[in-house]
């Protein structure tokens, strides 16, 4: 199963530091690639992926200005469709179905004011509780549950860096030391 996420109306400046956030959640939570919609952020692209050659694996990044092209072009092809938002069914009580559908998922988080049109295609419309909080906080959870915990256990391919755990200090393997970060 392929997982990706659509991020809505992206602001340059104003969102950089949660979309930021959302495609690095995305990336470590199993996710393959983020489309990113609203304004076209180069330099948040180019910072994920320069995130991505550091710590591994074949994450991506993309800029979609039609966004609901995407959402059809996504359906055409048998994927579903999860879009995260606080009036949607309990992610608890969906996430079985989810799994049980065998198709790849587009996971959409909002912005500001998410159109009607991204509710009627969904094809499932999540919640993670009924109450606001954040698109990051959402896509954390719901990608737990659709990983069933596997998350912590993902290898990224090709890392420089490469954390080994430790309950006090920091334990890291540098696997490239021509490189200079
Ligand atoms: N009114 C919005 C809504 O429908 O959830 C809250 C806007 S919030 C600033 C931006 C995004 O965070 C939403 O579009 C949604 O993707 C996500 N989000 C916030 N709270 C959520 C919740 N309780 N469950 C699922 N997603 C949530």
Known sequence: ????????????????RITTHVCLTAR?????KVWLSGEEDTHLMDTVMDIVDRW??????????????LIKHWQSVGGRIVHLTMYGEQAN???????????????IVGGSKVPSKVYKNATWNVSVTNQPHSEVAALAVFQHLLMDGKEFNLDFEDPVFEIVPTLHGKNVNIHDENKHY
């Not at 009580?93 to 996971?107: A, N, P, Q």
Request: glycine letters at 10%; aromatic letters at 8%.
């Open 1 to 16: 199963m392929k997982v990706h996420v659509l991020r809505l109306d992206h602001r340059i400046g104003r969102d950089t």
């Open 28 to 32: 470590a939570f199993g996710a393959d």
């Open 56 to 69: 591994g694996g074949n994450f991506h990044v993309e800029y979609v200005k039609n966004y609901l092209s």
């Open 93 to 107: 009580e969906i996430i079985d179905e989810v799994k049980e559908c065998g198709r790849d998922i587009l996971i």
